[in-house]
C-alpha cells in the first residue's frame, strides 16, 4: 500500500510513502532472490528488514509478518506478497503501537 504524503511547499519530498506489501515488493525488487522459498528464508535474504505497515510509519520485522501469515512456502513472490496481505491489515487495525515503536517511528534512522 502507499499513500500520497500531506502537502508541502517544497518539492523535494516524496510523491508516495510506501507501507505494507508495497514496501515488502521494493524490498524483493532491490533483493537477489529466487523462488519457491519459505517464508524464513525470504526473511533471512533481505536481512529481516522493519517493514511499516502504517502511513504513520509504525513497524514490524519481516520476520514476525511472516510468522504470523497463514502459510509458509511461498511459490512465487506474489503468493508471498498475497500472504503478507492481510498479515498488515490487521496490524493497521488491532496494534497500539508500543514505546519503542513510537520512538522508531520519531526518528529520522
Known sequence: MGVRPPP???DDGPEVIEFGIAEVA???DDADLSFPATGDEVARRLSDPRIKY???GHAVALSEAVADADRDR???EQEFLNALHPVFEQY???RTPGVIERVRAALPL
Open 54 to 56: 502504517d502511513a504513520k
Open 26 to 28: 521494493a524490498e524483493l
Open 92 to 94: 493497521r487495525r488491532s
Open 74 to 76: 511461498f511459490e512465487d
Open 8 to 10: 508541502t511547499n517544497d
